[in-house]
């Protein structure tokens, strides 16, 4: 059973430029969360996606945007990236049906703007 | 809004010695509580969570957090660690959806021989 898988792993991009990360959920799941991860910082909420639409978002400007696929895969894209953007991006899927339905973690992609 | 302290950054433990990471959390409305590790160049793993009912709960890894609503805590802890114990420890509180996850700062537990 696969899990949450992300790509790329790795990513190296300079200010200004644009970004698309993905994420493929945990099999069975339909619902698709992004956080940020800060160094040395928890990891913070930007956004959740469940049927194609976006259900929630947290404290993030507009350049954060996302996307999901009928097949529950999701795309996050930054625009304008800046320097603060650098951070680890961390995918979670989780089934819909649950209040606090328990979210797994992919294993992130580092994002470094220069 | 809901916030989650972790008091400390980091907690450096001999081998098969006891531990306590301390998580309090704010929050005006009932409340969902989580631990998640984090090892080196790893994602987020679920430890343990609180939903409702026993205010104990328990890993399969020997890890157990206690509920104290009265205090707003939700303390992890462990009688003896190991060296594999040694990572990143995030407590977390769901939002008043359920929706989202607040997370704390991480506490580093650092387990030498």
């Known amino acids: 059973d696969a899990g949450v898988t992300q790509s790329p792993t790795h990513l190296i991009k300079t200010r200004g430029q644009q970004v698309t990360l993905r994420c493929s959920p945990k099999?069975?799941?339909?619902?698709v969360s992004w956080y940020q991860q800060a160094l040395g910082q928890g990891p913070q909420f930007i956004f959740q996606y469940y049927e194609e639409e976006e259900r929630q978002r947290g404290n993030f400007p507009d350049r954060f945007s996302g996307h999901q696929f009928p097949n529950y895969s999701s795309e996050l894209n930054v625009n304008a990236l800046l320097l603060g953007d650098s951070a680890l991006y961390l995918c979670?899927?989780?089934?819909?049906?649950?209040?606090?339905?328990?979210?797994?973690f992919g294993p992130g992609t580092r994002l470094t703007v220069l | 809004a809901q916030s989650v302290t972790q008091l400390d950054s980091q907690v450096p433990v001999f081998e098969e010695a006891p531990v306590e990471l301390r998580c309090n959390y704010s929050s005006s409305v009932s409340v969902y509580l989580f631990w998640y590790v984090q090892y080196p160049n790893q994602g987020l793993q679920l430890l343990l969570k609180?939903?409702?009912?026993?205010?104990l709960v328990e890993s399969i890894n020997g890890f157990e957090a206690e509920f104290n609503k009265s205090q707003t805590s939700f303390h992890l802890r462990k009688p003896s660690v190991h060296i594999s114990d040694t990572a990143e420890y995030f407590c977390?509180?769901?939002?008043?959806?359920?929706?989202?996850?607040?997370f704390g700062k991480g506490t580093t537990l650092s387990v030498s021989s």
């Open positions: 099999s069975g799941h339909d619902t």
């Open positions: 977390a509180v769901s939002d008043s959806t359920g929706t989202a996850l607040i």
């Open positions: 609180y939903l409702s009912g026993s205010t």
């Open positions: 979670a899927s989780s089934l819909a049906a649950g209040v606090a339905d328990t979210q797994y």
